[in-house]
């Protein structure tokens, strides 16, 4: 396992995430770097776009910001692919004896997250001030809405609306806020899933907690620490120049200062064609987070949940701590390394715990604290799930004897691919630009290539016609794929409920994944099990 991330030392100098490339492939295995670098070169690799656009380079490319994603391409030695799930012939847990009901469409993967129903074990989000979640928001919000899962408005979207209001520093009304909330309460069915308000430093200090629950009537506020894809503040990219000076003038850092005039005149020339927005770090105190939890819940909050980034395991347990003291609902961690916005790729690829590591630190808390009778909120886990086995495994691996610790996913950049992809086709079917292999497979016809719209149509009636195309691919996604195959998952277990998946359906591929999880090896799982039945 070892070998498998020192080989990933040849990217340094070359990155599709910032459209670096090399003059050679056999690239040195210490720097990236080709063995021979001349001077007559007009590739531009990692170095070479740091000589002539510096800090940008840190980057996802700028001119994709608004349409695209970003994610880590280091490999950390330890994924799901490291584990399989067990499947069993004897068993039929779930069922309440009627076997003739056993059949994958009966699987019920319902499960509850700090209360909160959800059809699909999947939170959605967060979706915050980043141009790529305001555009693709109505099939993002439509597509949550009517799987039966929850969406999150993200970060910093107050602060972002040019059109908010303010009076004395908090906010009166924004437009953009309520717009978010309104799209996924049209296609809401009031039991499954909701909209989550989540807030972060600049939002506090704006008073979005409080419109949101008291003008928007939002049920659930989510604070936030960080993420997977980066440790520090929020970011985003400016293309105006006059919304750079307004968001200074609200208090956040932009670079460069837009106020200069040197500055001002270096933009209008086309030196350079964004400025980065950038949030405070937030350093959390334990008695203030438990005081700010319970405040929140006196000005009306009926469920107040905390996401928080992949922080070193001490900063794990101390998060489990005050989750545990304030009583919080549910907690979501998020392993590296992928972001919905702008995160620097340097940070993505070298800093902070992925997925599995940081779910086993966990685990590891949360078992600690259950020994001492302390509560532990309902958990969450992020970074990089887009699709059931994975899902499977995650909530599995957190079962250990009473129920599963792990309630559900939260999945951030796969949805938006799902919105950008319907969206794209659907303008190349209306632009009659559709690739002829998919004609030929699918059709040119939006209503007939989404295999969810008569089931949509025949639920929705006369509404389906105001139901975003993109919101029908983001609920095909999550319900026809990532539902039906999680259902097949469990069958093929024999478990027809969610909750009934444990630490023994799965079995560790390598001997990485078991010392670091507890999960036995394929060849030692059940040997007892063997000599007591043949014994």
């Given at each position: 396992?070892?070998?498998?991330?020192?080989?990933?030392s040849s990217?340094?100098?070359?990155?599709?995430?910032?459209?670096?490339?090399?003059?050679?492939?056999?690239?040195?295995?210490?720097?990236?770097?080709?063995?021979?670098c001349?001077?007559?070169?007009s590739?531009?690799?990692?170095?070479?776009?740091?000589?002539?656009?510096?800090?940008?380079?840190?980057y996802?490319?700028?001119i994709?910001?608004?349409?695209?994603?970003?994610?880590?391409l280091?490999?950390?030695?330890?994924d799901?692919?490291?584990?399989?799930?067990?499947?069993?012939?004897?068993?039929?847990?779930?069922?309440?004896?009627?076997?003739?009901?056993?059949?994958?469409p009966?699987?019920?993967?319902?499960?509850k997250?700090?209360?909160?129903?959800?059809?699909?074990?999947?939170?959605?989000?967060?979706?915050?001030?980043?141009?790529?979640?305001a555009?693709?928001?109505?099939?993002?919000?439509?597509?949550?809405?009517?799987?039966?899962?929850?969406?999150?408005?993200?970060?910093?979207?107050?602060?972002m609306?040019?059109?908010s209001?303010?009076?004395n520093?908090?906010?009166?009304a924004?437009?953009?806020?309520?717009?978010?909330?309104d799209?996924?309460?049209?296609?809401?069915d009031?039991?499954?899933g909701?909209v989550?308000?989540?807030?972060?430093?600049e939002d506090?200090?704006?008073g979005?907690d409080?419109?949101?629950?008291?003008?928007?009537?939002?049920?659930?506020?989510?604070?936030?620490?960080?993420?997977?894809?980066?440790?520090?503040?929020?970011?985003?990219?400016?293309r105006?120049?006059?919304?750079?000076?307004?968001?200074?003038?609200?208090g956040?850092?932009?670079?460069?200062?837009?106020?200069?005039?040197?500055?001002?005149?270096?933009?209008?020339?086309?030196?350079?064609?964004?400025?980065?927005?950038?949030?405070?770090?937030?350093?959390p105190?334990?008695?203030?987070?438990?005081?700010?939890i319970?405040w929140?819940?006196?000005?009306?909050?009926?469920?107040?949940?905390?996401?928080?980034?992949?922080?070193?395991?001490?900063?794990?347990?101390?998060?489990?701590?005050?989750?545990?003291?304030?009583?919080i609902?549910?907690?979501?961690?998020?392993g590296?390394?992928?972001?919905?916005g702008?995160?620097?790729?340097?940070?993505?690829?070298?800093m902070?715990?992925p997925?599995?590591?940081l779910?086993?630190?966990?685990?590891?808390?949360?078992?600690?604290?259950k020994?001492?009778?302390?509560?532990?909120?309902?958990?969450?886990?992020?970074?990089?799930?887009i699709?059931?086995?994975s899902?499977?495994k995650?909530?599995?691996?957190?079962?250990?004897?009473?129920?599963?610790?792990v309630?559900?996913?939260?999945?951030?950049?796969?949805?938006?691919?799902?919105?950008?992809k319907?969206?794209?086709?659907?303008q190349?079917?209306?632009?009659?630009?559709?690739?002829?292999?998919?004609?030929?497979?699918?059709?040119?016809?939006?209503?007939?290539?989404?295999?969810?719209?008569p089931?949509?149509?025949?639920?929705?009636?006369?509404?389906f016609?105001?139901?975003?195309?993109?919101g029908?691919?983001?609920?095909?996604?999550?319900?026809?794929?990532?539902?039906?195959?999680?259902?097949?998952?469990?069958?093929?277990?024999?478990?027809?409920?969610?909750?009934?998946?444990?630490?023994?359906?799965?079995?560790?591929?390598?001997?990485?994944?078991?010392?670091v999880?507890?999960?036995?090896l394929?060849?030692?799982?059940?040997?007892?099990?063997i000599e007591?039945?043949?014994?």
């Amino acid at each position: 396992m070892t070998d498998r991330v020192q080989n990933n030392s040849s990217y340094l100098n070359s990155k599709s995430t910032v459209g670096t490339n090399t003059r050679v492939k056999d690239t040195s295995t210490i720097s990236g770097m080709c063995p021979i670098c001349i001077r007559e070169c007009s590739v531009l690799c990692e170095i070479g776009l740091s000589t002539f656009r510096g800090r940008e380079a840190l980057y996802p490319e700028p001119i994709q910001f608004g349409r695209s994603t970003a994610g880590s391409l280091k490999n950390f030695g330890l994924d799901w692919s490291h584990f399989n799930i067990q499947a069993s012939l004897f068993e039929a847990e779930g069922l309440d004896g009627n076997l003739g009901e056993a059949i994958f469409p009966n699987v019920n993967i319902e499960t509850k997250v700090g209360g909160m129903p959800l059809k699909l074990p999947i939170l959605t989000g967060a979706f915050g001030s980043t141009d790529v979640a305001a555009l693709n928001w109505g099939g993002l919000a439509a597509g949550a809405a009517i799987a039966g899962v929850s969406i999150t408005i993200g970060e910093n979207v107050v602060g972002m609306d040019v059109a908010s209001t303010f009076s004395n520093n908090k906010v009166t009304a924004s437009p953009e806020l309520k717009r978010r909330v309104d799209l996924f309460r049209t296609f809401w069915d009031g039991k499954y899933g909701d909209v989550i308000v989540q807030t972060n430093v600049e939002d506090q200090k704006l008073g979005t907690d409080i419109y949101a629950l008291s003008k928007l009537e939002v049920n659930i506020i989510e604070r936030k620490w960080g993420q997977g894809a980066k440790a520090i503040g929020g970011e985003v990219r400016l293309r105006d120049l006059q919304k750079a000076i307004l968001l200074k003038k609200r208090g956040y850092i932009v670079i460069p200062d837009p106020e200069d005039p040197v500055i001002q005149e270096a933009f209008k020339n086309g030196v350079f064609n964004t400025f980065e927005r950038h949030s405070r770090v937030g350093i959390p105190k334990q008695n203030d987070f438990i005081e700010d939890i319970a405040w929140l819940r006196k000005q009306g909050a009926k469920r107040v949940f905390l996401k928080t980034g992949a922080y070193r395991p001490s900063a794990v347990a101390y998060t489990m701590k005050f989750a545990s003291e304030a009583k919080i609902d549910a907690l979501s961690f998020d392993g590296a390394g992928g972001g919905t916005g702008m995160s620097p790729v340097p940070m993505m690829d070298e800093m902070s715990i992925p997925t599995i590591y940081l779910q086993a630190i966990v685990l590891r808390c949360a078992q600690i604290l259950k020994n001492k009778g302390k509560y532990v909120p309902d958990l969450v886990m992020a970074g990089g799930f887009i699709e059931e086995t994975s899902i499977f495994k995650t909530i599995a691996m957190s079962n250990f004897g009473q129920g599963p610790l792990v309630k559900a996913v939260l999945m951030g950049r796969s949805p938006i691919t799902a919105a950008m992809k319907a969206s794209y086709f659907k303008q190349l079917a209306a632009e009659k630009k559709l690739p002829k292999h998919f004609v030929d497979l699918y059709g040119s016809d939006p209503a007939k290539f989404f295999i969810a719209t008569p089931e949509l149509q025949a639920r929705y009636e006369n509404k389906f016609s105001s139901l975003p195309l993109e919101g029908v691919g983001v609920y095909t996604y999550l319900t026809e794929r990532v539902g039906v195959g999680l259902r097949q998952l469990l069958a093929g277990n024999r478990k027809w409920k969610l909750g009934l998946i444990g630490r023994n359906d799965l079995m560790s591929l390598s001997t990485l994944a078991s010392k670091v999880t507890g999960i036995q090896l394929a060849d030692e799982v059940e040997k007892e099990a063997i000599e007591e039945i043949l014994g």
